[in-house]
């Protein structure tokens, strides 16, 4: 939970310092424009017309050229505040009414239920079985008495107690972002006794599929994993042995 409020508080830093970037760019392309603008009036002053003419010409080129980098760098940054309100988990009316003792929904588990065990400044803690997980609380939904789920509990051990997706699609996300989301993933592949786990991450740079080989090399609960064969997804996908 701590490395992960430090790779949150890093990425909201990243984000902050890419608009700063985006505004100071933007600054700058107006503020060249505005100087180009001077400085070609002050040419026309002293030149006949024909001359005035392809002065006026050039001028109007060059402030499109920088209005168009300008607002390039301000969809771009408009793209990323988007990313990142897309990627923020959706706060719900409920979750600002959670207290201790009440059942709560895990909305990044497929709505799993758990139990509120303690409340701290770092998050709420919540007990999914024998397992104790701290998450904030825009990640968590309460739930009232008609909707708390029975889990049966297997008395051989032999039934899966989780249900769980055996692919999952990495594309969109930013190479920071998949750690924590992999390695979840993983869990609840091998608790839902999966044999495989099929990762997409595309092909594009390459740097999901690298960053998705490091995660899964230095975990021991991986027997193996491979790129995907020609009618599996080829490079676009990692198939992960469990």
């Not at 830093?13 to 503020?31: H, I, P, T």
């Not at 690298?210 to 975990?219: C, F, P, S, T």
Request: charge should be neutral; glycine fraction near 8%.
């Amino acid at each position: 939970a701590a490395a992960l409020v430090e790779r949150e508080q890093k990425l909201r830093e990243r984000e902050r310092a890419v608009e700063r970037e985006a505004r100071k760019d933007a600054r700058r392309y107006l503020l060249e424009a505005r100087k180009t603008v001077e400085a070609t009036i002050q040419q026309l002053k002293s030149t006949d017309q024909e001359a005035r003419e392809a002065f006026a010409r050039e001028a109007r080129q060059r402030v499109e050229q920088l209005a168009v980098k300008a607002g390039e760098r301000l969809e771009q940054l408009d793209r990323e505040e988007s990313n990142v309100r897309r990627r923020q988990p959706t706060p719900f009316a409920g979750a600002q009414a959670i207290g201790v003792g009440d059942r709560v929904e895990v909305l990044s588990l497929n709505g799993r239920q758990g139990t509120v065990i303690e409340i701290r400044d770092g998050g709420i803690v919540v007990a999914l079985g024998a397992i104790k997980l701290t998450y904030q609380s825009a990640e968590l939904r309460a739930v009232d008495a008609s909707q708390v789920k029975t889990e049966k509990v297997p008395l051989l051990g032999d039934v899966p107690d989780v249900s769980a997706p055996w692919e999952i699609d990495l594309r969109g996300m930013r190479v920071t972002e998949i750690d924590d989301f992999l390695l979840r993933s993983v869990d609840d592949a091998i608790r839902a006794e999966h044999k495989e786990l099929r990762v997409i991450h595309g092909k594009g740079t390459g740097a999901l599929r690298e960053r998705v080989g490091e995660v899964l090399q230095k975990d021991t609960r991986i027997r193996g994993f491979r790129l995907g064969a020609w009618n599996e997804g080829g490079a676009g996908v990692t198939v992960v042995e469990l």
